[in-house]
T-cell receptor
Framework: SAVISQKPSRDICQRGTSLTIQCQVDSQVTMMFWYRQQPGQSLTLIATANQGSEATYESGFVIDKFPISRPNLTFSTLTVSNMSPEDSSIYLC??????????????FGPGTRLTVT | GESVGLHLPTLSVQEGDNSIINCAYSNSASDYFIWYKQESGKGPQFIIDIRSNMDKRQGQRVTVLLNKTVKHLSLQIAATQPGDSAVYFCAENAGGTSYGKLTFGQGTILTVHP
């Protein structure tokens, strides 16, 4: 399976600021996704990061709050904008390695643990 | 490390016992299911998957059972070990226009006692 890394691994930020999280994959993948995991909760899909076009957001998530870039098949960024304490969560990227001939299997990065004070 | 799953269902077993973790899914159109293991401070780790045209799939020490009639999924872990202690999530994919998008269950905390 693809090896996925995220930067930063954790951060403590002040309210009103923004943080950009990077996701790097060691091989080209067709699909990349961003999830949020609030404390004590399950994972919720934020958006699908589309290569060369605007991300596709799920209900409850908007581009102004969570702008996403995906300049190529191995890299994506998620920005958490104008942060508030409610944004304190683990942010995870995942990839679906469809190019390897195994559709649907999704693998996750280690996550970015964000605390907003 | 950070603890996830503070508000999740729990299952405690003795080392060597078999564990069964259950999951109810909601979308009858879902055609693909995955079980993930998440250890404290880490991202979810893919364990095993199953497609809707199957009712059972086995891996190394793990078996997934799918009952589409009642929309129920289970993960069986044989000879559970302390290293199996983690939060376990089921996830479903509805296919079609939802292709690739996973909907996660609430998770279950598994604690294995030596």
């Amino acid at each position: 399976s693809a090896v996925i890394s995220q930067k930063p691994s954790r951060d403590i930020c002040q309210r009103g600021t923004s943080l950009t999280i990077q996701c790097q994959v060691d091989s080209q993948v067709t699909m990349m996704f961003w999830y949020r995991q609030q404390p004590g909760q399950s994972l919720t899909l934020i958006a699908t990061a589309n290569q060369g076009s605007e991300a596709t957001y799920e209900s409850g998530f908007v581009i102004d709050k969570f702008p996403i870039s995906r300049p190529n098949l191995t890299f994506s960024t998620l920005t958490v904008s104008n942060m508030s304490p409610e944004d304190s969560s683990i942010y995870l990227c995942s990839v679906e390695d469809r190019l390897a001939g195994r559709p649907y299997e999704q693998y996750f990065g280690p996550g970015t643990r964000l605390t907003v004070t | 490390g950070e603890s996830v799953g503070l508000h999740l269902p729990t299952l405690s077993v003795q080392e060597g016992d078999n564990s069964i973790i259950n999951c109810a899914y909601s979308n009858s159109a879902s055609d693909y299911f995955i079980w993930y293991k998440q250890e404290s401070g880490k991202g979810p780790q893919f364990i095993i998957d199953i497609r809707s045209n199957m009712d059972k799939r086995q891996g190394q020490r793990v078996t997934v059972l799918l009952n589409k009639t009642v929309k129920h999924l289970s993960l069986q872990i044989a000879a559970t070990q302390p290293g199996d202690s983690a939060v376990y999530f089921c996830a479903e994919n509805a296919g079609g226009t939802s292709y690739g998008k996973l909907t996660f269950g609430q998770g279950t905390i598994l604690t294995v006692h030596p």
